[in-house]
């Protein structure tokens, strides 16, 4: 007696048998499918416990309207120009305030009023006088 493997066994009874891979489609669609894609065999959306959020028709037109567009932007967040960080250091602490530019001018205009500084012959910046 030959020994054969189980799945040789069931590989020599599908000889010969036609398989209807639309009628196993639509029998499984509805099946999760495996990995992390979150989504079923048909393609819907899946959220917690395997229930349909988006179906597939929704997801198709999602993509169809915004594929003829452009993005007008990188997607990477910009840096806040309208915003400055000023740092104030007194005798006791150190406080950071968010300034707009005209109070970060109106700050320089005072400081370049109270002392002026010049650049000597070695780059170094010095009191103007000294």
Known sequence: MSKVSPSRKQYR???G?????DLLRKRNELTP??????VNARGDELGPGGQIIRKREELVQEHYAQAGKARSDSGRAKPKEEEEVVVETTATRTTK???????????EAALDDQEEWIEDDEGNFVKKGE
Request: proline share 4%; hydrophobic share 45%.
């Open 13 to 15: 009874s599908m000889r």
């Open 17 to 21: 048998k036609q398989v209807d891979m």
């Open 97 to 107: 305030k968010t300034a707009t530019p005209a109070e970060v001018a109106a700050e």
């Open 33 to 38: 499918a495996v990995g992390n894609a979150r």
